[in-house]
């Protein structure tokens, strides 16, 4: 799989379309001192798969990864860009603390799904996706925010919150319009699911008025939409 140039500097490494894959796109924001990675993807072989499309695009190395959120298919890959600083809201960072001082592994994975059968999907998708786990460790945010933040490459962060994730994070790009969503406006994970959970109406709403700019809003699971697509998406329930 090859990166795919979205608008303006921002290109994306797609998600995978399988849902029991869970493995979801990771952009790619070029900058000449060095580029932006929003996500680092749910495994290190993932992340390295992406490195090597960015070299064959020709794009400069990256410098900084920004978490959307702390789910393990957005946060596993960041153990394979050791030199890269991880930028992440303060709420996933506790989480993420915690989630690396537990034993993962085949055998853990496998037991824990046995004690909560609602974490099947979840731990089976970590379970493919991991190759190899020599080596693995989760990367907690190395720089912590609580509302936004701008970084140096003209990227703005900003706090969404919602019910996927309390520490859900957009990303703007305003010189190429596009507003990296990561899972904001998605349903809870299903171990978590209630009867009647659908799309977060509330943070699709946030986003569309305060990036009325954008000529593109990208889902980590979807392919990119434009602002009439992500607009329909309101009173609907995923499929």
């Known amino acids: 799989?090859?990166?795919?140039?979205?608008?303006?500097?921002?290109?994306?490494?797609?998600?995978?379309p399988d849902p029991d894959k869970v493995q979801p796109c990771v952009a790619v924001i070029s900058d000449d001192s060095g580029s932006v990675l929003v996500d680092a993807g749910n495994s290190p072989?993932?992340?390295?798969?992406?490195?090597?499309?960015?070299?064959?695009?020709g794009l400069p190395a990256p410098r900084t990864i920004v978490y959307t959120h702390h789910h393990w298919d957005h946060?596993?890959?960041?153990?394979?860009?050791?030199?890269?600083?991880?930028?992440?809201?303060r709420a996933g960072a506790r989480v993420l603390h915690a989630e690396a001082r537990r034993p993962w592994s085949t055998r853990y994975l496998r037991d824990e799904v046995a004690a909560n059968p609602r974490l099947g999907p979840s731990f089976r998708?970590?379970?493919r996706a991991m190759r190899s786990w020599d080596g693995f460790t989760i990367v907690p945010p190395h720089v912590e925010f609580d509302t936004a933040i701008s970084l140096p490459a003209g990227v703005e962060v900003r706090h969404v919150g919602g019910g996927h994730?309390?520490?859900?994070?957009?990303?703007?790009?305003?010189?190429?319009?596009?507003?990296?969503?990561?899972?904001?406006?998605?349903?809870?994970?299903?171990?978590?699911?209630?009867?009647?959970d659908g799309f977060d109406?509330?943070?699709?709403?946030?986003?569309?008025?305060?990036?009325?700019?954008?000529?593109?809003?990208v889902g980590s699971h979807d392919d990119p939409r434009p602002?009439?697509?992500?607009?329909?998406?309101l009173n609907r329930q995923p499929e």
């Open 1 to 16: 799989m090859s990166l795919r140039l979205l608008a303006g500097r921002v290109w994306l490494y797609p998600h995978d």
């Open 45 to 57: 072989a993932h992340a390295r798969d992406v490195r090597d499309a960015i070299e064959a695009a």
């Open 75 to 89: 946060v596993w890959g960041a153990c394979a860009w050791p030199d890269v600083e991880v930028v992440g809201h």
């Open 125 to 127: 998708a970590r379970e």
């Open 165 to 196: 994730a309390e520490d859900s994070t957009v990303i703007w790009v305003p010189d190429s319009g596009v507003v990296l969503l990561g899972d904001s406006f998605y349903p809870p994970p299903y171990h978590l699911r209630r009867p009647g």
């Open 201 to 217: 109406n509330e943070v699709i709403n946030a986003v569309l008025h305060a990036y009325r700019d954008a000529e593109w809003y």
């Open 227 to 233: 602002r009439s697509a992500l607009d329909g998406l």
